[in-house]
């Protein structure tokens, strides 16, 4: 080969994928342990499936954050009548 000639491989002649922006993650993980992800920039109906290794750790820890919340939130809406009564008794006291 002479020296200065250009070599072209398939990897530089390949196109890469466009990135998106991820907004926030609805849902997930499911059965098959993808998140239901929203996209900065497009609708609900661009919303797709994607694997935990296409998404940040930051933004996989937010998510469980917020579904903890979400969860702490809805356990004070279904305390057993039993533990109702209960506090209703201490507090009357």
């Known amino acids: 080969m002479e020296s ?6 398939s990897a ?7 990135e998106h ?13 993808k998140y239901l992800v929203k996209w900065e ?7 797709t499936w994607e694997p935990a290794d296409h ?4 933004d996989l820890q937010e998510h469980e954050r917020l579904q903890a919340l979400k969860a702490c939130d809805s356990d004070d809406d279904h305390i057993p009548f039993s533990d109702q009564l209960r506090t209703q008794r201490l507090e009357g006291s």
Not at 41 to 47: C, D, I, V
Request: glycine fraction near 10%.
């Open 21 to 33: 922006r991820l907004e926030k993650i609805i849902a997930g993980p499911n059965e098959k342990g």
């Open 41 to 47: 920039g497009w609708t609900k109906e661009h919303n």
């Open 12 to 18: 530089s002649t390949e196109t890469l994928p466009e």
């Open 55 to 58: 998404i940040s750790t930051e």
């Open 4 to 9: 200065g000639t250009a070599l072209t491989t």
